[in-house]
Each structure stands twice: as C-alpha cells, then as structure tokens.
T-cell receptor, first 115, second 111 residues
Framework: DAMVIQNPRYQVTQFGKPVTLSCSQT?????MYWYQQKSSQAPKLLFH???????NEADTPDNFQSRRPNTSFCFLDIRSPGLGDAAMYLC??????????????FGSGTRLTVV | KQEVTQIPAALSVPEGENLVLNCSFT??????LQWFRQDPGKGLTSLLL?????REQTSGRLNASLDKSSGRSTLYIAASQPGDSATYLC??????????FGTGTRLTVIP
C-alpha cells in the first residue's frame, strides 16, 4: 500500500548529540512536511519541501535542518538536541501545496527522547 | 491568523452511544478541512477530508459536516465502540501550505 514510513519509531539520543530522523513515501507526492508535536499539543510545522524547494517556518530553531535527496526521502537533522526537543516528530506528504485531492497523509511518527 | 478550537477537550461515553465532536475556526477562507485520529504515542490517521465546496463527507460510522460561513465542523460517530477511543484532531487548510490544527478531543468509549 502507498504510505508514509518513518524510521525509527523510537529514538533515544544524548543531550547535544546529533540525531537524524528518516521519512520515506511511496505516494509520489510533491510536498513533504516535518511537524513537531509535544505532549497534549497540536502538531507544529517545522518546515516543508515542495519538490526540491525548502521552506523554513519563521520560528523553527536553527538547530533543526532538513534534507530531501529525492522525491521519496526526507530527513530531519537535529544538530544539538536539547531536553526541550523531546517530542513526537511527524512526517507528512501532500500532492500539492493546497492538498486539494487527498489532503495530508501522515506517517506513524518518531518519538524522540533526549537524555 | 487562523485559530482552530475543539470542544470538548475530553469526552467519555458508554459504548453504543452516538456522539458529536466540534471544531471551529476563525477564518472562513479555507481550502479544506481534515479530521484525523491519533492513538496514544502514534501518528495521525486521516479519517475524512472535506473540500471547501462540500457540506459533508461520510465513511462508515463517521460523518463530518462543514459550515464554512459559520466556521464550524462536526464529526459525528455513530454507535461508538471501545476501539474508537483516541484523540481526534481537526485541521484546516488555509493558504498554500498552512495547515492549522486544533488541540484535539480525547475520546474514551467505556465498554
């Protein structure tokens, strides 16, 4: 089935140690997003790629970076994780920026713990 | 700025009851509205997508309505089951790339 896959499901990293989260999609969607969701809060958009064009949200910390080497894969890099970065990280895709046809498709998320 | 509110924040119902979850948004200029389900510690599963030109969408026991002019949407769940227990999030698409989420309603269906 076409889907959005995130790896790993759970990630534990040390304070200050760089970590990379992975997302892949088989939907051939043009847009890929990364969201951060803290406990009992709504998901917060960090950035998105429209094809190869990267778009950073104004309030996304510089500590967060992203790469999209091809249509199928997108990575979230956290250069120096702090305790406040512990959260669920959600990857999503949409066919276009207006998500007109099928809306957004989300992956199962990666829960990041910082120790 | 678009703000999305979901009421109630939490809801407990006995199994078999019909229930309604509410979502309101402040700016009616939306492209679409999407309802998601989130189980504890998991990602978001899309339930229903309503385009701005539509009034409702149905999938099995779920029915979502949209009244764009009043900035409201409801998710109706018929004959609730314990497996329906989860957090339900609504999100509106307003402007290119801007998906605004509510904080969700945590539903518990008691056997």
């Amino acid at each position: 089935d076409a889907m959005v896959i995130q790896n790993p499901r759970y990630q534990v990293t040390q304070f200050g140690k760089p970590v990379t989260l992975s997302c892949s999609q088989t939907l051939n969607h043009n847009v890929m997003y990364w969201y951060q969701q803290k406990s009992s809060q709504a998901p917060k958009l960090l950035f998105h790629y429209y094809d190869k064009d990267f778009n950073n949200e104004a309030d996304t910390p510089d500590n967060f970076q992203s790469r999209r080497p091809n249509t199928s894969f997108c990575f979230l890099d956290i250069r120096s994780p702090g305790l406040g970065d512990a959260a669920m990280y959600l990857c999503a895709t949409s066919r276009d920026l207006r998500a007109a046809e099928r809306g957004y498709t989300f992956g199962s998320g990666t829960r990041l713990t910082v120790v | 700025k678009q703000e999305v509110t979901q009421i109630p924040a939490a809801l407990s119902v006995p199994e078999g009851e019909n229930l309604v979850l509410n979502c309101s948004f402040t700016d009616s200029a939306i492209y679409n509205l999407q309802w998601f389900r989130q189980d504890p510690g998991k990602g978001l599963t899309s339930l229903l997508l309503i385009q701005s030109s539509q009034r409702e969408q149905t999938s099995g026991r779920l029915n979502a309505s949209l009244d764009k002019s009043s900035g409201r949407s409801t998710l109706y769940i018929a004959a609730s089951q314990p497996g329906d227990s989860a957090t339900y999030l609504c999100a509106v698409m307003a402007g290119a790339n801007n998906l605004f989420f509510g904080t969700g309603t945590r539903l518990t269906v008691i056997p």
